[in-house]
């Protein structure tokens, strides 16, 4: 899922910024920031930067933008279903941050790679990796992130037909969404879309089809309105 939104003039002028720039150093950065954008909202914008992205980092070596440019990769190969890509490039990441990241970046790529483990098949790795964000977490709390590991496990639940419990953890996993009282990013609002969705299809199974329809128009709703 990726939210709809309109161009905000943020944007239109870092696309004018990159339009007359050559320098490739200020490129890069300039790159950095818009496919961080476009990520979540436009997927063929984002790929066309972060191939020139990957282009200039084989010439001028950036670690950080390194790790932005796999992160955002592997998250656009996992919205496109191509899920052994979207793990090569979350391990990427993820040995970078053990080098050198934050624990708050860590847990969030950890996160992530769940879902993408999830897609995969291996949910005791999905499983494995969301107890590693969440002993990270301990250390270094982190609501947004906690309530994105709770939406998480009500997936893993999904997958394994416990409904009941999928139910509780996708409520919860909303609440605590709602809770956040700073401003929500795209990714946020990404998870919240996870969240109804999830909510939608076990519904669903269970043959609430009303609770469904209303759970998934939500998303549809909310992608609309971003």
């Known amino acids: 899922m990726t939210v709809k939104t309109g161009v905000s003039s943020d944007i239109q002028l870092l696309e ?28 063929r914008r984002a790929q066309r930067l972060l191939a020139e992205q990957r ?14 440019y796999h992160l955002n990769t592997a998250f656009i190969e996992n919205q496109l279903y191509n899920f052994k890509l979207a793990e090569f490039h979350f391990l990427d990441a993820i040995e970078i941050l053990e080098d050198r990241g934050y624990a708050n970046q860590l ?25 590693k964000a969440s002993k990270l977490l301990k250390a270094f709390p982190d609501p947004r992130l906690e309530a994105r590991i709770i939406c998480r496990l009500g997936f ?51 043959e609430e089809l009303d609770k469904s329809v209303e759970a998934y128009q939500k998303v549809v709703t909310m992608c609309e309105a971003k």
Request: glycine share 6%; net charge negative; charged share 25%.
């Open 16 to 43: 004018r910024k990159l339009a007359n720039q050559d320098n490739d150093l200020q490129r890069l950065i300039l790159i950095d920031t818009l496919a961080g954008h476009y990520t979540y909202v436009n997927i």
């Open 156 to 206: 893993l639940n999904l997958h394994n037909s416990i409904y009941s419990k999928a139910i509780e953890l996708f409520l919860e996993a909303d609440k605590r969404m709602s809770q956040i009282e700073r401003k929500l990013s795209l990714k946020d609002y990404y998870f919240i879309g996870l969240i109804y969705s999830g909510l939608g299809k076990v519904f669903e199974q269970n």
């Open 107 to 131: 847990a969030e790529a950890y996160i992530d790679y769940a879902g993408t483990c999830m897609n995969l098949g291996q949910s005791e790795r999905a499983e494995d990796f969301l107890e």
């Open 55 to 68: 282009e200039i980092l084989e010439k001028h070596e950036h670690p950080d933008l390194l790790l932005n």
